[in-house]
């Protein structure tokens, strides 16, 4: 094939690209404005055109053109380096290709349908604590879920497929071998903090009008680097990023007048994951290779920029005297050594999402187990709620009182697949202090600049780092490179030993 | 063809057309979002975005398997009423399949990629004054619109098909004889009142908080029966209705602090294009015949509710003494007459958007005609500027200082094609009076019910005769169905004398 052979196929395949790409970031702006701004009698349409939008990219991610363009191109994405632009487009662009072909459209559509009628039961069953109204559901989810990973045999286990699509590279044992690992760890830090006096965050919960919570969170994420004229800052329901392109990546966030830390930390949090996608190369815009490379690592992000930077010490001697400015009759008599115990308070509790950093983690496992043992078929979903509240009586010491807080807490098996949906969220927490130490380790002094409420340099270590890359490389490669080594949980038990061992006895 | 095989026909048709209706409500969400909340860096990613999902509309709305559909079902539509749903379907569904396969896609895509470009020139040129900088471009625009009226041989006038794109069933003759007889009719009026005293409108010229002013638009926009649950309404730069499904209908308005006017009016009127969206039987959704059935029917209800309702004494009767309780530093001394006269000054002025009603439709005939002299060749672009000039003095009395509210003021010949873009405001004030006029017949006790502040029985009118049917009837079917008989200036020129006459002498 000639040089100019491989020009146009190239050209071809990028322009086939670019259309499912504008199309899947049509589909997002469409969820954003979902979530964000839609008057309420416009859901069912909304609902159809999403579909329309998701069904015609699928439709065009699949044409066997674009196999036979990467037939044709292979042979010469393999003289090219392996961290080159094209040489990485290919081979995305192959596994994604061989990853969308597998699962057959019938059985797609099938379960995007199944999947909305599940999250609406579910809407209405959390709320009225009635489990049985979405139990035969989640079973047919659960076997859709089967299905799905049946479409790629050859798996090792049931979940591996599943948890591939979150976290490419990673696996049902590699992932349990790592939870292990960090329980192990993890349990008799929380045990040794469960024995003392817990912090008194009672300083949170005055009354903090919203208007002024949502200046000053998003006052932060300026600082952090998130640039208002490549993004922008909404309320919702349940915040989340979106990118519709390198240059529109907003984030949403959702006020609690008398919790001051929740929108807060969301805002940070949002503002990470925005981070990493404002991050990628420009070059990289609108092909498969724009966005994060994983779950993980994109939780990675908004953990670190939520946790490691803003509850951190240095972080709040440069803002707390700004926070109290912003809210002097609430915090006026407030210390910032209260302050800074407060928002760092660990206490085993019900709700992940409001878990502390030391906790949280266990609330992942659970949930990774028990989906384990669902796929396995070594629990039913008729046993699902008790199981639920016997692992968090074993592992956190709490029962919540209903189903509500138990099994109907979070969204993820009542709105797509059973497998694969939680895993990312610890192994994030573990990547962010890892890839945090070797930001420290190039450049010692990122604590003292942000103690001046500066964070250049670690904004552009991530950038040069991990951020520009897109999905070049995966969570196993870019970690290798980053660290020259494998995915390890020391740093981050390094890192909840240092913290926590100021603030609690026997810890470090 | 038996009744099975029609069934599965007529429903093959329809499922292609709920999707071709979801690309098109999706490119309307991303425009939305573009000129409401979009971030500046978010554009070129946005326009392609855009033209993707147009693009692939197109493709769909010419596939041949949409011609072969209407063939096997034309002989069943026959058989049915002329205005149920099935036979209009079919009928609509033929009118503009046949327009979209006239236009070969290259020329389409072609004019498309030039009037983005051009509307750019044109947004850099009218701050700078710089018709020399947009002058081959609009050349260029206007042998595109001449190429385009070609794809339709056989018209009388080389305008009409693209005024029929607008306007269906107005041609260049009829709409200049209508437009003749009416400004024979308002050119007395307008000259009777410009040798007396202009109304004194500096009430409305004081300071006014913004969020006051969209609060008292969004209470008379929801009393005339806009409803939040259907709709919303944001700021924008150029106010605009957009319609996303019969259940999700928005408005956009922008505020001036200084001038009272410029929101409430603007926002009254988005409001009556709204209402007639919103009015569409639920049974036409996400088919083509949703929506305004044309730009002439879908004025008259802008126009309506902005003006024959929202200009109205009987109106302020109602709402005046609430205005004056929102902004009672403002208008605390400000009679109830004098602020009617303010709102209903009689002018002659520069700017169409900003034009009084007995003036406005000089600035529309001004425009008409020259897009007609620029389509038929008997004036040049380069003579545009001078013959703009030349006809607002010959027409209105006055001259602008530059081409800025010259021949650079509307954005419609930038940004796509010359003809067929203007007439529809004019139509749609005749129509507006037309309509009333019936509503009134029907039912004499409106004007009360609006003094008491009430809009029920006027919109349940305009919803049962005019918005349920969408597109089932061009507007010449529609007037004939509520008139019987055709369109007509005579309503339009009696509300005029009627409404000016009170206030001006010489006028009734």
Redesign the interface.
Same mark, same amino acid.
């Given at each position: 094939m000639g040089e100019l052979s491989v020009e146009k196929k190239l050209q071809e395949l990028k322009t086939r690209l670019?259309?499912i790409d504008?199309?899947t970031?049509?589909?997002s &702006?469409?969820s954003w404005?979902q979530t964000t701004?839609?008057?309420?009698?416009?859901a069912?349409?909304?609902g159809?055109?999403m579909a329309?939008?998701g069904r015609?990219a699928h439709e065009k991610r699949i044409d066997p053109e674009i196999g036979r363009l990467l037939d044709a191109l292979e042979p010469w994405a393999e003289t090219l380096p392996y961290d080159s632009d094209e040489a990485s487009l290919i081979r995305v662009v192959r596994h994604d290709y061989e990853q969308f072909i597998k699962v057959p459209p019938r059985l797609l559509a099938e379960l995007n349908e199944h999947a909305a009628g599940a999250y609406q039961l579910w809407t209405q069953a959390r709320p009225a604590n009635d489990f049985t109204a979405v139990q035969d559901s989640l079973a047919k989810t659960l076997d859709y879920s089967r299905q799905i990973a049946n479409c790629f045999p050859g798996y090792d286990h049931i979940a591996d497929p599943l948890i591939d699509f979150a976290d490419r590279g990673m696996k049902a044992e590699s992932v349990r071998a790592l939870f292990a690992e960090l329980r192990q760890q993890l349990v008799p830090i929380a045990k040794a903090i469960a024995t003392q006096e817990p912090a008194d965050d009672s300083c949170l919960k005055q009354n903090f009008p919203e208007e002024k919570q949502l200046a000053f969170g998003l006052m932060a994420a300026q600082k952090y680097g998130y640039?208002?004229?490549?993004?922008?800052q909404?309320k919702t329901h349940h915040p989340f990023m979106t990118s519709?392109? &390198?240059?529109?990546v907003?984030i949403t966030t959702r006020v609690k007048e008398n919790d001051l830390s929740e929108a807060l930390f969301s805002t940070l949090h949002e503002t990470g994951h925005a981070l990493y996608e404002l991050g990628v190369s420009h070059d990289l815009?609108?092909s498969p290779l724009a966005g994060g490379t994983s779950a993980g690592v994109h939780e990675s992000q908004s953990r670190l920029w939520e946790n490691l930077v803003g509850r951190s010490r240095p972080f709040w001697n440069h803002y707390y005297a700004q926070l109290q400015a912003t809210f002097p009759e609430q915090l006026k008599n407030v210390s910032q050594d209260t302050f800074y115990r407060a928002i760092n308070k660990v206490q085993p509790s019900l709700i992940r999402t409001d878990a502390d950093e030391v906790t949280y983690n266990l609330h992942v496992m659970i949930r990774f187990d028990l989906e384990l043992a669902l796929l396995e078929g070594t629990l039913t979903v008729q046993d699902l709620p008790e199981a639920w509240h016997a692992r968090y009586e074993a592992d956190l010491g709490v029962r919540a009182p209903s189903d509500v807080d138990g099994v109907l807490q979070d969204v993820h098996w009542y709105a797509g697949t059973v497998g694969g949906s939680f895993q990312g969220y610890t192994l994030g927490n573990v990547m962010s202090a890892l890839f945090f130490e070797q930001a420290l380790r190039a450049h010692p002094g990122i604590p003292a600049e942000i103690e001046q409420g500066e964070f250049g340099t670690l904004h552009g270590w991530l950038r040069e780092n991990i951020y520009r890359h897109g999905r070049k490389f995966t969570a196993n490669e870019l970690i290798e490179r980053v660290t020259g080594g494998p995915l390890t949980i020391e740093p981050y038990i390094r890192y909840l030993r240092t913290k926590y061992g100021e603030l609690y006895q026997a810890v470090a």
């Open positions: 670019l259309e504008d199309l970031s049509a589909a &702006v469409l404005d701004y839609m008057p309420p009698a416009g069912p349409s909304r159809r055109q329309t939008l015609i640039d208002l004229n490549r993004g922008r909404d519709f392109s &390198v240059d529109d907003r815009d609108g």
